[in-house]
């Protein structure tokens, strides 16, 4: 038996996974799709596929999983493409950070036997930084110690969610299921906020009138705190993905300009024991974090084992049975 994988999005995420089940154990035929043809030659010449099909409806239309790699902004244009075209059983894995709007987006678009789980990797915290998320940086090992969070409309087919925590192991990392709201809030606190607050900092130093001298000097502090602004998700319609997510993002900004308020009262008023006590607490929960984020040991994080082949391919090969809930 042979699956067939179609992997739309040629990116880091995308071409790297197709580098981590270039040796997998299983008769997997990697095909590769991107709107830039030189991305496709590119992942192609780098061993992540094992051949293209620029034509989308094509490349999908035999595939008995799809893994959605896009920029946030085609995510909704690239499913409502590609849906019709689905084959009974057919799974597709969509890479992108948010949960709750593409459930909704499926709800109505989704023919029975058709499933589409939300499977959005962390890296493995050897490539955090500095490391550009480019076709580039592709890796084999990029999401080795890391997990993938595993959402889910409501009834899909229990082995459709199954196939995503076994390609979660293939691909070096844990499954992490989750509720669609709760990953939304994750995702905007460790993703959107630090990306806003990015935007916000940038701007602000910028427009300063000081700012034609000062960038002479700006180095590692700033390149840091900045950088998150290169990491939007959107590749047209910047912060189309900040707004799907804004109920999230803006109890979080209300609570961060909580904070920079206090900052500033510290500031003003001298309190050298409380700004001292805020950034020790700070620091510490930034060592303590990154610590734990190298080992990857996290306790809420179930131990996985590989699958066997067999278990592999019934799981694929069974999703044209009737639907069940998630457990």
């Known amino acids: 038996m042979t699956i067939r994988m179609t992997i ?11 580098l981590a089940l270039k040796d997998n154990p299983y008769q997997i035929v990697r095909i590769g799709n991107d709107s830039d043809p030189h991305l496709e030659q590119k992942a192609l010449k780098m061993g992540a596929l094992d051949e293209t099909i620029h034509n989308l409806h094509t490349a999908v239309s035999d595939a008995d999983i799809i893994v959605l790699a896009t920029p946030m902004d085609e995510v909704r244009e690239t499913l409502a493409t590609i849906v019709p075209d689905l084959k009974p059983g057919a799974v597709v894995l969509d890479t992108s950070p948010l949960k709750t709007l593409i459930t909704q987006w499926v709800k109505d678009l989704l023919p029975a036997e058709r499933y589409v789980v939300s499977f959005a ?6 490539y955090l930084y500095p490391f550009a998320p480019t076709p580039e940086t592709a890796r084999p090992d990029l999401f080795k110690g890391g997990v993938f969070v595993i959402t889910s409309p409501p009834h899909t087919h229990g082995d459709a969610l199954k196939l995503a925590s076994d390609l979660a192991v293939l691909l070096g990392a844990k499954p992490y299921f989750a509720d669609p709201y709760e990953a939304d809030g ?4 460790i993703h959107g906020l630090p990306q806003l607050s990015a935007a916000a900092l940038i701007t602000t130093i910028t427009r300063q009138p000081g700012w034609r001298e000062a960038r002479k000097l700006a180095g590692r502090t700033f390149v840091e705190a900045t950088e998150p602004i290169t990491h939007l998700d959107d590749h047209t319609h910047l912060g189309e993905s900040i707004l799907l997510n804004r109920e999230n993002l803006l109890r979080l900004l209300d609570d961060y300009i909580a904070v920079l308020q206090e900052v500033r009262i510290y500031l003003e008023t001298a309190d050298r024991e409380r700004l001292a006590s805020l950034l020790k607490e700070a620091s510490q929960a930034r060592s303590q974090w990154w610590q734990e984020r190298q080992k990857g040991d996290w306790d809420a994080t179930p131990s996985a084992e590989i699958p066997s082949s067999g278990q ?8 044209g049975g009737k639907p069940t809930k998630k457990s």
């Open 186 to 189: 994750l995702m905007a606190a």
């Open 8 to 18: 739309i999005g040629l990116g880091q995420i995308g071409t790297s996974i197709g």
């Open 121 to 126: 990797p962390s890296l493995n915290p050897e």
């Open 312 to 319: 592999f391919f019934a799981r694929m090969f069974g999703l």
